[in-house]
Structures are given as structure tokens and as C-alpha cells.
Antibody, heavy 123, light 112 residues
Framework: EVQLLESGGGLVQPGGSLRLSCAVS????????MSWVRQAPGKGLEWVSAISGSGGTTFYADSVKGRFTISRDNSKNTLYLQMNSLRAEDTAIYFC????????????????WGQGTLVTVSS | DIVMTQSPLSLPVTPGEPASISCRSSQSLVHSNGYNYLYWYLQKPGQSPQLLIY???NRASGVPDRFSGSGSGTDFTLSISRVEADDVGVYYC?????????FGPGTKVDIK
């Protein structure tokens, strides 16, 4: 059974930093690209970032480019999102998501989602 | 970026009756391999999204056959043949042809 478990969310002041983690199980982590998708309170879904299976290629939404860094540790089956210079508009539930297509390249289609972790940016 | 729109944004439904949601993209979602790179997700209340349909018309594993996806190019439809009470939630379409992947605004389905 595919499982994705996010952690690391919380309350942080504007300008602060936070590191999210996503521990996965139930599939061969290293051969799938992974994404982070967020959902502001009461709003829709916004793709944030993705990383190839090897970790060698990363992708970012313009809204987070230069502030967020996605990474992965395939030996620990864990995905990360380092978030710096946080803003009020980054407040959202952050979902970890698995690419549908195996092979490691970013195919943009998601088949499994975690339950999410809430990030609140407020003074 | 590709822009995704959905209609209606709110859809009251009657159990046992059919329902459909429209999704449109600002650019064709047909890949060079012939597939339409359009996905449908359902986010039930208090839950994370779940995959319903991939590549325009393929039901994901475990999805009841009352759900079907159709369309090509820029116009797509998600159809539910007979709505059940468990089908309530917000339905999103998403384009997966280009980076960044973009979601539609969502269609909230609830019971009349």
C-alpha cells in the first residue's frame, strides 16, 4: 500500500524558515518523481515544486522560485521542502504527491497524495 | 502557463441522477504521443485529493465505473452516470502537458 506521510508544518513568522518532510512507503521511491502541492485555506490546489527520481532535476512554481528548495534522500525514502523567506501568502496545507509514471522523469501526473501538513505564516 | 477553467463551480446533485462537469484549457492538451494530458481528482471533505481519471479517459485503479472522462484538445468532461452520496466534494481537473501543472478552480458537488 502506497503511503505518504508529511511532517514539519507549524506556525512561523514572516521571513522565517521551515523544513517539510515526507516519508514514503509501499513503492520504489527512487524511480518516481515527486511533487509538493499546496492548498491555501478554503482555496484550490497549487503545484509548488517537483524533483526527478534521482534528485538531479528540480522544478519550481514562479511563486516560490528562489525561496523554496526541494530535495530527496532515496536511502531514507524521504522527500523534503526547505522553505525560506516565508510570506503570509505561503500559508497553506502542503501535500506530498507521487508521480503516476515510473522512470524518474517528471511527468506531472499525480496518482497518490499524502494527508498534508499545515504551514501558517503569521506574526 | 496553461489556464484551466471549470463549469459549473457549484453543482447540486440528486442521488441516482447523472451529473457532468466541464473543464477547458487555454491550449490543446494533446501530447505528441496522441494522449490528452488531462487528469481529474476528487477531494472529499477533510481529505486529500484522490485520482479519478488520467490521460483524459482512463479510470484510476479502484474508481467505480460510474465515473468516466471524455473529450480532447481543449474541452473535457467528467461524467457520473448515477451520483451517490459518497461522491460529494470538490472535483478538480489538471493539465499535465506542460510545467507547471495547473489545476482548474474546482467544482463543488453536494447533495440537493
Amino acid at each position: 500500500e502506497v503511503q505518504l506521510l508529511e511532517s514539519g508544518g507549524g506556525l512561523v513568522q514572516p521571513g522565517g524558515s521551515l523544513r517539510l518532510s515526507c516519508a514514503v512507503s509501499g513503492f520504489t521511491f527512487s524511480i518516481y518523481a515527486m511533487s509538493w502541492v499546496r492548498q491555501a485555506p478554503g482555496k484550490g490546489l497549487e503545484w509548488v515544486s517537483a524533483i526527478s527520481g534521482s534528485g538531479g532535476t528540480t522544478f519550481y512554481a514562479d511563486s516560490v522560485k528562489g525561496r523554496f528548495t526541494i530535495s530527496r534522500d532515496n536511502s531514507k525514502n524521504t522527500l523534503y521542502l526547505q522553505m525560506n523567506s516565508l510570506r503570509a501568502e505561503d500559508t497553506a496545507i502542503y501535500f506530498c504527491a507521487k508521480d503516476r509514471v515510473l522512470g524518474g522523469g517528471f511527468n506531472r501526473g499525480i496518482d497518490y497524495w499524502g494527508q498534508g501538513t499545515l504551514v501558517t505564516v503569521s506574526s | 502557463d496553461i489556464v484551466m477553467t471549470q463549469s459549473p463551480l457549484s453543482l447540486p446533485v440528486t442521488p441516482g441522477e447523472p451529473a457532468s462537469i466541464s473543464c477547458r484549457s487555454s491550449q490543446s492538451l494533446v501530447h505528441s504521443n496522441g494522449y490528452n494530458y488531462l487528469y481529474w481528482y476528487l477531494q472529499k471533505p477533510g481529505q486529500s485529493p484522490q485520482l479519478l481519471i488520467y490521460l483524459g479517459s482512463n479510470r484510476a485503479s479502484g474508481v467505480p465505473d460510474r465515473f468516466s472522462g471524455s473529450g480532447s484538445g481543449t474541452d473535457f468532461t467528467l461524467s457520473i452516470s448515477r451520483v451517490e452520496a459518497d461522491d460529494v466534494g470538490v472535483y478538480y481537473c489538471m493539465q499535465a502537458l506542460q510545467t507547471p501543472p495547473v489545476f482548474g478552480p474546482g467544482t463543488k458537488v453536494d447533495i440537493k
